[in-house]
């Protein structure tokens, strides 16, 4: 049974980091480009960075060189370090496969910037 539990959110002021996990369980993670994902009230749910098998990278053109995404694969893991946070980054973040797979969206984790 695949599970993707995303943690590492919360209050955070301007120009503040945070880094964000996501803890897989299945062989989803070894064999699946991985993505994280934010949604914020009233907005779709978009793509933030995601990150390919072999660690390529994809990002967002609002957080280009503030956040990097990248895979541990002892821990089955996927991480989002994101620094310079600015209030347009407060949204609720999820990971899921990329492209994403509607039965794996998990609760997500929150994350709010103050100005």
């Known amino acids: 049974q695949v599970r993707l539990v995303e943690s590492g959110g919360g209050l955070v002021q301007a120009g503040g980091s945070l880094r964000l996990s996501c803890a897989t369980s299945g062989n989803i993670f070894s064999i699946s480009p991985m993505g994280w994902y934010r949604q914020d009230p009233g907005n779709q749910r978009e793509l933030v960075a995601r990150v390919g098998g072999g660690g390529s990278t994809t990002y967002a053109d609002s957080v280009k060189g503030r956040f990097t995404i990248y895979r541990d694969y002892a821990k089955n893991t996927v991480y989002l370090q994101m620094n310079s946070l600015n209030p347009g980054d407060t949204a609720v973040y999820y990971c899921?496969?990329?492209?994403?797979?509607?039965?794996?969206w998990g609760q997500g984790t929150q994350v709010t910037v103050s100005s």
């Open positions: 899921n496969t990329y492209p994403p797979i509607d039965a794996h």
